[in-house]
């Protein structure tokens, strides 16, 4: 699987226009959009996960700085996070 990071996100953007603009170029096996907390109003960003990194590929290259909803998205592959390693006591 190949995991995209989508920003410049409107705040209206929500899942189900993510996943349906990005599934025009591929298999979408996971969809979200960064919430806040404690507003629940969206961060400006969003993840989109392919079955395949040709596919997360070609929607890249096809949909970087592209407009939806209003706004101009940057679309690039997602860097693995390293999650601190925690000692179970």
Excluded at 7 to 34: A, K, M, P
Aim: net charge negative; glycine share 8%.
């Amino acid at each position: 699987m190949s995991k995209l990071f989508i920003g410049g996100l409107s705040w209206n953007t929500d899942e189900n226009l993510l996943r349906d603009t990005f599934s025009q170029h591929g298999d979408v096996v996971d969809c979200v959009v960064i919430k806040d907390r404690e507003t629940g109003r969206s961060r400006g960003f969003g993840f989109v996960t392919y079955s395949n990194s040709d596919e997360a590929r070609a929607a890249a290259d096809a949909l970087n700085d592209t407009e939806l909803d209003g706004r101009r998205i940057r679309v690039d592959v997602a860097a693995e996070r390293e999650r601190p390693q925690r000692d179970n006591y």
